[in-house]
């Protein structure tokens, strides 16, 4: 029984108000998540999952400016983070599951 999940990366608010997820590897943002965390999500509401989710800030943080950004910067990404996730969650848990096609296994 899985009892809790972790994610990770980086936020920020776009101007229309929505929140963008960034990976961050080697100090170079790689893509966004968005779409890789509602399929995360689906699939956890698939397999009846009901634990918790965690935020992780696990990643070398990034120099501006020639400084590393200060702990406003994880706070800034928790929030976000935690906003990010709340509404992915509760979208696709409004949705009914997909169920997987049983004719596959009859035989």
């Keep these: 029984m899985q009892v809790m999940s972790h994610f990770g990366g980086e936020f920020d608010r776009s101007s229309d108000g929505s929140i963008i997820g960034v990976d961050r590897i080697d100090g170079i943002i790689t893509g966004e998540t968005n779409q890789y965390y509602r399929d995360f999500a689906r699939a956890m509401h698939q397999i009846g999952y009901q634990g918790y989710t965690s935020y992780e800030l696990c ?7 020639g400084e590393t950004v200060g702990i406003e910067f994880a706070h800034k990404n928790a929030q976000l983070a935690a906003e990010f996730m709340r509404t992915i969650i509760r979208e696709e848990y409004s949705r009914k599951p997909a169920t997987p096609e049983l004719s596959a296994f009859a035989h």
């Design 59 to 65: 990643h070398q943080l990034p120099v501006v400016n």
